[in-house]
């Protein structure tokens, strides 16, 4: 893989991944806290078919999904930087 510019080194790609995947888990941890408490009421509440998974699943589901959060944030952290030209700010299709 070729990258623009100075290498990184691998210690700070996997200090970012590292940080990243740290950052998105601190965040579903702080969105759990904002939940959990109504969890029960509401959800013990709710009209499930019969293939709704165990209770179990959901935190594992959840943190895995969060770690894919961090993996593709790190994937385009990593990305070599695209310049726009002049004037160009952001765009979400790389420049037009």
Same mark, same amino acid.
Do not use: H
């Given at each position: @893989? ?38 029960? +009421?509401?959800?013990? !509440? ?6 709704? $998974? +165990?209770?179990?699943?959901? $935190? ?7 770690? @894919? @959060? ?5 994937? /385009?952290? &990593? ?5 726009? !030209?002049?004037?160009? /700010?952001?765009? +979400?299709? &790389?420049?037009?």
């Amino acid at each position: @893989m070729s990258q623009q510019g100075p290498e990184r080194s691998r210690l700070v790609d996997a200090a970012a991944l590292g940080g990243l995947v740290a950052l998105c888990l601190i965040v579903g941890f702080l969105g759990s806290l904002a939940t959990t408490p109504n969890i029960d +009421p509401w959800y013990a !509440g709710l009209a499930k078919p019969a293939w709704t $998974p +165990p209770p179990l699943v959901f $935190p594992i589901v959840w943190t895995a999904l969060y770690i @894919m @959060m961090a993996v593709a944030a790190w994937l /385009v952290w &990593r990305a070599p930087a695209f310049d726009c !030209g002049e004037g160009a /700010v952001f765009s +979400p299709s &790389r420049c037009n």
